[in-house]
């Protein structure tokens, strides 16, 4: 069993919106903080933002304000809401939590 699967994604013009889930088991869910990554093409992976358990939120500093990150317990899934998306944002996109890495993937942002 995977333990973090993740949907969503595609290619979205600048200045669109997409949103991004990751669903889990309930242990991982209710007990571990959960995150998004990202990885550019020849940029290291990033951390994008940061969930606790209790929903306190983290964001990295170039998402801050069009980004947003929350949680379902009813679903055992976190979503990223991306907002006012750019050319920069272009990336795949993991989940993480503890040790596991979800399958990552690919937001485009072009004209």
């Known amino acids: 069993q995977v333990p973090l699967v993740e949907s969503g994604g595609g290619s979205v013009q600048p200045g669109g919106s997409l949103r991004l889930s990751c669903a889990t088991s309930?242990?991982?869910?209710?007990?571990?903080?959960m995150a998004w990554y990202r990885q550019a093409p020849g940029k290291e992976r990033e951390v994008v933002a940061v969930i606790s358990p209790g929903g306190n939120t983290l964001y990295g500093n170039s998402v801050k304000g069009r980004f947003t990150i929350s949680r379902d317990a009813a679903k055992n899934t976190i979503y990223l809401q991306m907002d006012a998306l750019t050319p920069n944002d272009t990336a795949v996109y993991y989940c993480?939590?503890?040790?596991?890495w979800g399958q990552g993937v690919q937001v485009t942002v072009s004209a």
């Open positions: 993480k939590s503890t040790e596991h």
């Open positions: 309930t242990a991982i869910f209710n007990g571990y903080a």
